[in-house]
């Protein structure tokens, strides 16, 4: 692990960057500005169209992996957490593992207690923040915006029991360098699932 590790973290001087962060971050804060405005708009007696389906269809699929694992995970990070479609996958369901003192389930889908949303864009993080989520009595969530995810993560050494990342690390130049501060970030006896496009 450790030599895949120094060969991740060597970095060729002359790599080209892939993707402007700073255009992408731009094109998501309007984006959330533009669903928002167009959420507002709207009478209430109209439905708002989702476009969001293949983002909530990924979430999905990849939260119910956790229940293929013989754990639970209290403490998870969703790393590019966007409008909150993998905090929602994690509350849709009672824990089938991490049994409290009653020995009823803990915590949403994996025994997730408290998911960690981590995004660059603060409005697409913040967007559906007033909107209730079903279940959420079952997961406790904190949203951060960062400057950018490629750089250092903003959390101690061993801090999570899971890492999730949902049609987000697509947009990553540094791809290397953030798998090295997810695996830093991690317990020893951590989980990093992600799904990309």
Known sequence: ASRICRLLSTEDSSTHHAFERTHKQKQRE???????????????KVDV??????????????????DDMKRAFPLTLDLG??????????CADDALVGYGEDDEPVGGVGG?????QLDSSSEMLHLDQDLEVVGSHRCDTYRWAVDDEEDILPFPDGTFDLVLSSCSLHWINK???VFLEVNRVLKPDGCF?????
Do not use: C, M
Not at 30 to 44: D, H, I, K, M, Y
Not at 81 to 90: C, L, W
Not at 193 to 197: D, G, M, N, R
């Open 30 to 44: 309007n984006a959330a500005r533009a669903a928002r405005v167009w959420r507002q708009g709207t009478q209430s």
């Open 112 to 116: 997730v207690r408290k998911l960690v």
């Open 49 to 66: 169209i989702k476009y969001d389906y293949f983002r909530e269809e990924i979430a999905t699929r990849l939260v119910e992996r956790l």
């Open 81 to 90: 957490a966007g409008s909150g479609h993998v905090y929602r996958a994690i």
């Open 193 to 197: 699932l992600l799904a990309i496009v």
């Open 175 to 177: 791809l290397p360098q």
